[in-house]
């Protein structure tokens, strides 16, 4: 699995759009982008994931380098709930056999009231 | 439909004593997995179960067993608690093929070791 650099920490205020980028620039053309985040004491949580193409859901986006080198996660409109540690993986489709994720030490945003 | 619970939540143990995490999710997935995480570090891969009947090693599987019961429920043992297994403990399972790696946690079971 290519291997992916996050910024330790990052804020934002209430309200605005928070957008966390990934650095992935070894990543293989069969990889996915994978986006987790984890609640203070909580499990972690799936997001969004994404191939080549940028994509939504009612979490989040996630928009995808036309090089596939890097990427970014933007929560559309923060909110405090949206305080949490987020996780960027890279990795590809296990075929059916499946043998887990390997989480980094990801982003702590923190949202500033 | 609770999703993945585990039991306990918090458990104390003396070094030496031994205990067994539960784990039973209700979403008819196939895949199961234990992780552990440290303060202030990312997860790690403890064990993980494919598919009923297997169950194979992750990053840190020494100090540890597994059980895959059924389908629905995975079990991790601690035989002989140390120290250096206080942590917390996180179930997850992931549905059958494309979705190996949409995983659901559970909440986690807090354990300390004295």
């Known amino acids: 699995d290519a291997k992916t650099t996050q910024p330790p920490s990052m804020d934002c205020a209430e309200g605005r759009a928070a957008n966390l980028p990934c650095n992935h620039s070894t990543i293989s053309g069969n990889e996915y982008v994978y986006w987790y985040r984890q609640i203070h004491s909580q499990g972690p949580q799936y997001i969004i994931h994404g191939l080549k193409n940028n994509e939504t859901n009612e979490m989040a986006s996630l928009i995808i380098t036309e090089d596939r080198k890097s990427s970014t996660l ?5 909110t405090l709930r949206d305080t949490a540690v987020y996780y960027c993986i890279v990795r590809a489709y296990s075929g059916g056999g499946a043998d887990g994720l390997t989480f980094g030490k990801g982003t702590h945003l923190i949202i500033q009231p | 439909n609770a999703g993945v619970t585990q039991t306990p939540k918090f458990q104390v143990l ?44 992750g990053e840190v599987p020494n100090g540890y067993n597994v059980s895959r019961l059924n389908k629905r429920e995975f079990s ?11 942590s917390v403990y996180f179930c997850a399972s992931s549905a059958p093929g494309r979705f190996n790696e949409k995983l659901f946690f559970g909440s986690g079971t807090q354990l300390s070791v004295l």
């Open chain 2, 14 to 57: 003396k070094t030496g004593q031994s205990m067994t995490l539960q784990c039973a999710q209700d979403m008819n997935h196939n895949s199961m997995y234990w992780y552990r995480q440290d303060p202030g570090m990312g997860l790690r891969l403890i064990y993980y179960s494919a598919s009923e009947g297997t169950t194979d090693k």
């Open chain 2, 76 to 86: 991790l043992r601690l035989e002989s608690a140390a120290p250096s297994q206080t």
């Open chain 1, 74 to 78: 933007i929560l559309p409109h923060a």
